[in-house]
Protein backbone atom coordinates (compact mmCIF):
# COMPACT_ATOMS: atom_id res chain seq x y z
CA UNK A 1 0.00 0.00 0.00
CA UNK A 2 1.39 3.85 -0.26
CA UNK A 3 -0.10 6.84 0.48
CA UNK A 4 0.26 9.54 -1.23
CA UNK A 5 -0.02 13.10 0.86
CA UNK A 6 0.14 17.02 -1.02
CA UNK A 7 1.69 20.10 0.03
CA UNK A 8 2.58 23.14 -1.05
CA UNK A 9 -0.78 24.59 -2.66
CA UNK A 10 -2.22 27.88 -1.91
CA UNK A 11 -3.42 31.20 -3.82
CA UNK A 12 -1.00 33.05 -6.06
CA UNK A 13 -1.06 36.02 -8.22
CA UNK A 14 -1.28 35.28 -12.39
CA UNK A 15 2.37 35.13 -13.39
CA UNK A 16 3.85 33.94 -9.93
CA UNK A 17 4.84 30.48 -8.99
CA UNK A 18 4.62 27.30 -6.60
CA UNK A 19 6.35 24.44 -6.01
CA UNK A 20 3.98 21.59 -5.15
CA UNK A 21 5.77 18.42 -3.16
CA UNK A 22 3.99 14.89 -2.94
CA UNK A 23 5.19 12.74 -0.05
CA UNK A 24 5.07 8.92 -0.67
CA UNK A 25 5.12 5.90 1.68
CA UNK A 26 6.50 2.79 0.97
CA UNK A 27 9.66 1.17 0.39
CA UNK A 28 9.52 0.71 -3.39
CA UNK A 29 8.54 4.70 -4.69
CA UNK A 30 11.79 4.16 -7.00
CA UNK A 31 10.16 1.60 -9.03
CA UNK A 32 6.79 3.95 -9.33
CA UNK A 33 6.07 6.23 -12.48
CA UNK A 34 4.41 9.10 -11.03
CA UNK A 35 2.33 11.80 -11.77
CA UNK A 36 0.07 15.17 -10.95
CA UNK A 37 -3.62 15.13 -12.49
CA UNK A 38 -5.55 18.57 -11.68
CA UNK A 39 -9.44 18.97 -11.23
CA UNK A 40 -10.91 22.51 -11.70
CA UNK A 41 -14.76 23.16 -10.57
CA UNK A 42 -17.38 21.64 -12.86
CA UNK A 43 -14.28 19.94 -14.95
CA UNK A 44 -13.46 16.47 -15.85
CA UNK A 45 -9.74 15.56 -13.70
CA UNK A 46 -6.67 16.43 -16.42
CA UNK A 47 -3.47 14.87 -16.42
CA UNK A 48 -0.77 17.93 -15.97
CA UNK A 49 2.75 15.90 -15.73
CA UNK A 50 4.36 12.62 -15.23
CA UNK A 51 7.94 10.83 -14.97
CA UNK A 52 8.88 7.68 -14.78
CA UNK A 53 10.69 5.59 -11.96
CA UNK A 54 14.20 7.30 -12.68
CA UNK A 55 13.32 10.51 -13.27
CA UNK A 56 15.07 10.18 -16.75
CA UNK A 57 11.75 10.38 -18.58
CA UNK A 58 9.04 13.04 -18.47
CA UNK A 59 6.13 14.22 -20.21
CA UNK A 60 3.38 17.19 -19.90
CA UNK A 61 0.33 18.18 -20.98
CA UNK A 62 0.41 21.15 -23.68
CA UNK A 63 -0.44 23.84 -21.82
CA UNK A 64 1.62 23.58 -19.16
CA UNK A 65 5.18 22.98 -21.21
CA UNK A 66 7.53 25.70 -20.36
CA UNK A 67 6.08 26.61 -17.06
CA UNK A 68 6.01 23.23 -15.01
CA UNK A 69 8.59 20.85 -14.13
CA UNK A 70 8.05 17.61 -12.91
CA UNK A 71 10.71 16.09 -10.65
CA UNK A 72 11.77 13.49 -8.14
CA UNK A 73 13.81 12.68 -5.18
CA UNK A 74 13.71 8.51 -4.89
CA UNK A 75 16.56 9.12 -1.59
CA UNK A 76 13.17 11.44 0.13
CA UNK A 77 10.57 9.75 -1.44
CA UNK A 78 9.20 12.60 -2.86
CA UNK A 79 7.66 14.45 -5.78
CA UNK A 80 7.66 18.05 -7.20
CA UNK A 81 6.16 19.97 -9.42
CA UNK A 82 7.58 23.68 -9.74
CA UNK A 83 4.93 25.78 -11.29
CA UNK A 84 5.90 28.73 -13.01
CA UNK A 85 4.39 31.76 -14.86
CA UNK A 86 1.00 30.71 -13.45
CA UNK A 87 -2.32 31.72 -14.97
CA UNK A 88 -5.77 31.78 -13.79
CA UNK A 89 -6.86 28.83 -16.07
CA UNK A 90 -4.23 26.45 -13.55
CA UNK A 91 -6.64 27.06 -10.87
CA UNK A 92 -7.90 23.67 -9.79
CA UNK A 93 -6.51 20.99 -6.85
CA UNK A 94 -3.84 18.84 -7.84
CA UNK A 95 -3.54 15.55 -7.37
CA UNK A 96 -0.33 13.46 -7.02
CA UNK A 97 -0.68 9.70 -8.55
CA UNK A 98 1.61 6.62 -8.51
CA UNK A 99 1.38 3.65 -10.72
CA UNK A 100 2.44 0.35 -9.47
CA UNK A 101 5.05 0.17 -13.04
CA UNK A 102 8.07 2.64 -13.67
CA UNK A 103 7.09 4.14 -17.00
CA UNK A 104 5.09 7.24 -17.52
CA UNK A 105 1.19 7.74 -18.58
CA UNK A 106 -1.29 10.45 -19.13
CA UNK A 107 -4.31 8.30 -18.36
CA UNK A 108 -5.58 8.29 -15.50
CA UNK A 109 -6.97 4.84 -15.42
CA UNK A 110 -3.05 3.85 -15.22
CA UNK A 111 -2.22 5.31 -11.54
CA UNK A 112 -2.91 2.54 -8.62
CA UNK A 113 -3.10 5.40 -5.76
CA UNK A 114 -3.52 9.24 -5.54
CA UNK A 115 -3.36 11.65 -2.99
CA UNK A 116 -6.53 13.97 -1.62
CA UNK A 117 -4.91 16.83 -3.60
CA UNK A 118 -3.89 20.43 -2.84
CA UNK A 119 -5.74 22.93 -3.81
CA UNK A 120 -4.31 25.93 -5.91
CA UNK A 121 -6.03 29.14 -6.45
CA UNK A 122 -4.17 32.06 -9.03
CA UNK A 123 -5.99 34.87 -9.11
CA UNK A 124 -6.18 37.66 -12.21
Known amino acids: QVQLVESGGGLVQAGGSLRLTCAASGRTFSSYGMGWFRQAPGKEREFVAAINWSGSSTYYQDSVKGRFTISRDNAKNTVHLQMNSLKPEDTAVYYC?????????????????WGQGTQVTVSS
Open 97 to 113: AARAVGGTSYYSSDYKY
